[in-house]
C-alpha cells in the first residue's frame, strides 16, 4: 500500500532540515565518515566489469572516489552533491582519483540537472535515505536509470540500521515544527553525534517500499545484499543493470 502523499511545503521543509545541517556540520559531519564502507568495496567487487566512467551521486567529501583511487581505477569520475561545502571538502583532498571532477546539484528538487552520462556505474550512497516523500524517491531513481548505459549498472544503498529506534537518538518533530499528520511511515528526526540541537531528517525504508522501488526503474532489477554497520545490515544495496 503506498503512503498517502505529502505536501510539497512539508517535503521542502524536511529537505530544509538537512541543507541546514550540511551548511553548518559539513567537516563535523566529515570527520565521522572518513573510510569507505564495506559495501561500497563489495559494489566494486561484484561489478561485471571495471567501469570506464562513473556518477557518485551525493559524493560528499570524496570517500567513494578516495576509494577507487586506492582500487586502481582509470575511470572517468564525475561526483554530483547538493551541499556546496561538501564539495569544497572534497576538492581540497589529494588522495581522490585522478582526474576526479565535482558539480554541485540539488538531486531533490532538480534530478533532470544530474549530469547526463550515460555512466558505466552510478552510485547513490547514503543519500536516498534523506529524500522526503516516496514519490521523489521514485523520481530520483529514474532519473539516474535513465543514466545507465548499455551494460552499466546503478546501485543505492538504503539506510537500515535500527539506529532510529534508541530513544536517545530520535528527536521530536516538534523540535522542527513539522506536523507529523504530513509524514510518512519511516519518516525520522535524528540527533546527530552528541548535540540533541543538530539533527537530521532520514527515512527508514520498509521491505514494501523497497520491492515497490526495484520494480519502478523501467530497467531489469539486478539483486540486493546487506552490508555495514554492526552485524552487516546497516545498509541495503539495490542494484539495476540495464541490458
Known sequence: MLPALMSPETARALARINERFYRSHAKHFASKRERAWPGMRRVLDELPAA??????????????AQLLRERGSEASYQG????????????????????ARFTQVDVIQQPEALPLGPFDLIAMFGVIHHVPSEPSRVALLRALAARIAPNGTLCVAFWRTSADERPDKRVPWSAARIDERELEPGDRLLRFDTDPAIFRFSHFADEPELARLAGALGVPFAGRFDSDGSGGIANAYLSWRRA
Open 80 to 99: 554530483a552533491d547538493a551541499s556546496a561545502e561538501m564539495i569544497a571538502l572534497a576538492r581540497e583532498r589529494s588522495d581522490l582519483l585522478p582526474g
Open 51 to 64: 567501469p570506464r566512467t562513473i556518477l557518485d551521486v551525493g559524493c560528499g567529501h570524496g570517500r567513494f
